[in-house]
């Protein structure tokens, strides 16, 4: 493994080696496990350099940009009152070209703890925002067009894995479809009693693999926001690789830059100024210069099936001759050609992007 556990570290109060015992303890279970990585994530080098070093003063200045979410932090072990020397570097490996954390600290456990024990998980299940419904429809947008692409494949029984399922938004989406089977697979499992409350019952939550394997093959699956949370993003592509039927498709969106971006975001964080991307939940960013998301999706077995605004590329190919006669449309299939072309040279570097299964 590339990562070593560590404890007492920050004030961190640890209990190694006890074992979570998730499905039993709702919410209730907190590791308060910090692992330190002495290794990339992705390829185990151990030949690496600092870029730069999120600290107290960036992590509580500046009211732009995402939100300090301090109670839930300190749960974590990031306080800064007893432990004001508390940083995450972002590391860049020599031989792959990721950016990554040197730390993990347990912030799922956070969550669960907040969320899993009060009312608080519903409350913030339920709140709803402008913002909130762009995003609904973005994710349905790309749901649909996952189905329809493993319509391909299939007559009608399509299995559905939504692997990191968080609060099942994605879940509820393929439940209107009349799908074979729709799962929602979650390593913490503190959102599922609001999940099974408001959404329909027909939906299968575990946060057991081996139970996982016993429901697949799956025809798609869903892995949306997971790659850049997980400390060994090697374990979740390997996962959905296996927990694919031959020739299924998945969805994959995780953050994929430029290393000159990168760069201009350690600028920021060395400022104080708060960078979206940068932040003690993104443990791993791909370098669209060296490994990007889609290289190192496609490394693993997958063809990569660009897409545009959730759309993938097959399904606008296929409406081209229509869309030809409005102007707007031309900018949009210049875009679908650029991509294509890169697509051939193997350079496209989408953050975001469907992809087949390799039987
Ligand atoms: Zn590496």
């Given at each position: 493994m590339a990562d070593a556990k560590v404890s007492n570290t920050f004030g961190l109060k640890t209990r190694v080696g006890s074992t979570p015992t998730f499905g039993t303890n709702q919410g209730k279970y907190m590791s308060n496990d910090l692992i330190i990585r002495?290794?990339?994530?992705?390829?185990?080098?151990?030949d690496f350099y600092a870029m730069c070093t999120m600290g107290k003063e960036y992590f509580e200045t500046s009211k732009k940009g995402w939100n300090y979410k301090k109670t839930r932090n300190i749960i974590a072990g990031m306080d800064f009152e007893k432990n004001p020397n508390m940083e995450i570097k972002y590391n860049k490996c020599l031989q792959c070209g990721i950016f990554f954390t040197d730390k993990v600290i347990p912030i799922e456990d956070a969550f669960a703890k907040i969320y899993g024990d009060t009312k608080l998980g519903e409350e913030m299940f339920l709140s709803s925002s402008v913002n909130s419904i762009i995003d609904a429809v973005r994710r349905i947008r790309i749901n649909s067009n996952l189905v329809s692409l493993g319509l391909k494949n299939s007559n009608s029984n399509l299995k559905v894995l939504d692997y990191g399922c968080g609060n099942g938004w994605d879940l509820s989406s393929f439940s209107?479809?009349?799908?074979?089977k729709i799962v929602g697979y979650n390593?913490?499992?503190?959102?599922f009693p609001v999940i099974k409350k408001y959404f329909q019952k027909n939906i299968i939550l575990t946060s057991d693999k081996n139970e996982l394997n016993k429901i697949g093959p799956f025809d798609i699956i869903r892995c949306n926001s997971v790659l850049e949370h997980v400390s060994d993003p090697n374990v979740v592509i390997s996962d959905i690789y296996k927990l694919l039927k031959p020739g299924g498709y998945a969805y994959f969106s995780a953050p994929s830059i430029k290393f000159s971006e990168m760069k201009k975001n350690c600028k920021d964080v060395e400022k104080g100024i708060k960078v979206k991307?940068?932040?003690?939940?993104?443990?791993q960013i791909w370098n669209n210069?060296?490994?990007?998301l889609s290289k190192f999706v496609h490394q693993n077995g997958f063809k990569i099936v660009p897409a545009i605004g959730g759309v993938p590329f097959e399904n606008i190919a296929n409406n081209l001759s229509s869309l030809r006669?409005?102007?707007?449309h031309i900018y949009r299939a210049s875009e679908i050609l650029k991509e294509s072309m890169k697509i051939k040279l193997r350079i496209n570097n989408h953050s975001a992007f469907f992809a087949k299964k390799i039987s």
């Amino acid at each position: 493994m590339a990562d070593a556990k560590v404890s007492n570290t920050f004030g961190l109060k640890t209990r190694v080696g006890s074992t979570p015992t998730f499905g039993t303890n709702q919410g209730k279970y907190m590791s308060n496990d910090l692992i330190i990585r002495s290794k990339c994530p992705v390829c185990s080098s151990t030949d690496f350099y600092a870029m730069c070093t999120m600290g107290k003063e960036y992590f509580e200045t500046s009211k732009k940009g995402w939100n300090y979410k301090k109670t839930r932090n300190i749960i974590a072990g990031m306080d800064f009152e007893k432990n004001p020397n508390m940083e995450i570097k972002y590391n860049k490996c020599l031989q792959c070209g990721i950016f990554f954390t040197d730390k993990v600290i347990p912030i799922e456990d956070a969550f669960a703890k907040i969320y899993g024990d009060t009312k608080l998980g519903e409350e913030m299940f339920l709140s709803s925002s402008v913002n909130s419904i762009i995003d609904a429809v973005r994710r349905i947008r790309i749901n649909s067009n996952l189905v329809s692409l493993g319509l391909k494949n299939s007559n009608s029984n399509l299995k559905v894995l939504d692997y990191g399922c968080g609060n099942g938004w994605d879940l509820s989406s393929f439940s209107n479809l009349k799908l074979e089977k729709i799962v929602g697979y979650n390593k913490y499992n503190y959102m599922f009693p609001v999940i099974k409350k408001y959404f329909q019952k027909n939906i299968i939550l575990t946060s057991d693999k081996n139970e996982l394997n016993k429901i697949g093959p799956f025809d798609i699956i869903r892995c949306n926001s997971v790659l850049e949370h997980v400390s060994d993003p090697n374990v979740v592509i390997s996962d959905i690789y296996k927990l694919l039927k031959p020739g299924g498709y998945a969805y994959f969106s995780a953050p994929s830059i430029k290393f000159s971006e990168m760069k201009k975001n350690c600028k920021d964080v060395e400022k104080g100024i708060k960078v979206k991307n940068l932040h003690e939940g993104h443990l791993q960013i791909w370098n669209n210069n060296a490994l990007s998301l889609s290289k190192f999706v496609h490394q693993n077995g997958f063809k990569i099936v660009p897409a545009i605004g959730g759309v993938p590329f097959e399904n606008i190919a296929n409406n081209l001759s229509s869309l030809r006669f409005f102007l707007g449309h031309i900018y949009r299939a210049s875009e679908i050609l650029k991509e294509s072309m890169k697509i051939k040279l193997r350079i496209n570097n989408h953050s975001a992007f469907f992809a087949k299964k390799i039987s």
